[in-house]
């Protein structure tokens, strides 16, 4: 019978599978960071037992850390969980990439560079954005605290298996048009619960196309369509990536894996209970202007007024968003002034980010009432980029160049937006407070950030560039 690689993925994972009960999955790969993590160590030391595989866990700091000054944690909560994490990797024998690691970075940003995350596995992380690690053709999915325990614990994860999904996106993606684009474009078309109680694979000609590093923003914010998980069927695109990451297998090994990675793919007429298709050309640069990550207008669009909604619901919705984000409704997206850009975060802070970032700012300086911040995703992609001079270009135009972590993406740390101001930001969360109290959020691809904090303002990217400065260079550090 023809399978999807969902299908695949699952079937050889399943320890335990009875009739009208969850599966019983093996987890291959157990990402820890120090915010989901404390609670389950206690639950394990409190009913005295231990991890089962600490070899298969990889734990990192990453969200609460400082982005200047790293070891001086100011905030108690942040500094308890940081050494929380410390003791506990050391008291249960786990690998820690800590704050003195040169392999420290966000755990969705590591887990690939390293090579940990490969094709066939499954992985699970106690935070949401571990769908970023399909990319890869892994089944990967974000876990609870308690369910953080249970794999310590045994290694394993009850699970229903989810519907399945197929978004096939063809065509050649426009100047100035990135993988976020894509995934922002298809959340404000289908909404954010087009992809609940769905796993989805992401498949056609673009995403072929596509580096390792586009897949991975692209699966990355599948988690905001309300998906599951989401996955790409692993090819040579794949392999290339992989090959002499550090803890990928070598030589012959490598190349049997390679063998087994293909076989993964979906069957040609494996069968999905959805399948949604896009047309990637109709895509332009896009900018959120509200507080989900549907509330997104291409940067050509004009934000709706109050009573332009159907539902009561929404209609009450549209008010609350229009009102927290400071507008009345009908603004020009290109009007909207900005005050903070952030480049960062799992979704866009890795070296082809930055890299397509510098190619608009080279040679400009940061708007003067804009303050912009460039927070690498690890210690490796801010060495990679220091290696190539892009520190120096950036601060050369007037970005601050920091240290790695998730930073402004969600405001645990020092890194926040002052209430009522506004920040261009290439992370994936828009919700009210995700960048501080009252902080108003607009979610944007790293080149779209950079043209905003030239400009002070949104803008279209297209327009600063003459035409072959554009061209983004797709592959470029992958
Ligand atoms: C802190 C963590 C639980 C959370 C998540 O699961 O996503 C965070 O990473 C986020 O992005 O909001
Ligand atoms: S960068 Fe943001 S989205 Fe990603 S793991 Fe950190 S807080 Fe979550």
Redesign the pocket.
Known sequence: MSKTIIDKLWDRHIVVKEENKPDLLYIDLHLIHE??SPQAFAGLREKNRTVRRPDLCFATMD?NIPTINRFNIKDETSRLQVQTLEKNCEEFGIQLEGLNSGQQGIVHVIGPELGLTLPGKTIVC????TSTHGAFGALSF?IGTSEVEHVLATQTLWQNKPKQMNVKIDGELGFGVTAKDVILWFIAKFGTNVGTGYIIEFSGSTVRKFSMEERMTLCNMSIEAGAKASVVSPDDVTFSYISGKRYAPKDQEFLESCKRWRELRSDENATFDQTIEIDASEIEPMVTWGTTPSMCLPISGVIPAEDSSPSAEEKQSLKNALQYMGFNGNEKIEDIPVQHVFIGSCTNSRLSDLLQASKVVEGKKVHPEVRAIIVPGSQAVKKEAENLGLHQMFIDAGFEWRESG?SM??GMNDDIVPEGERCASTSN?NFAGRQGKGARTHLVSPIMAAAAALEGKFTDVRSILPKKEQEVDRYAGV
Not at 126 to 129: A, E, K, L, N
């Open positions: 915010v989901t969200h106690g935070d949401s954005h974000g998730c993406c969600l969360r």
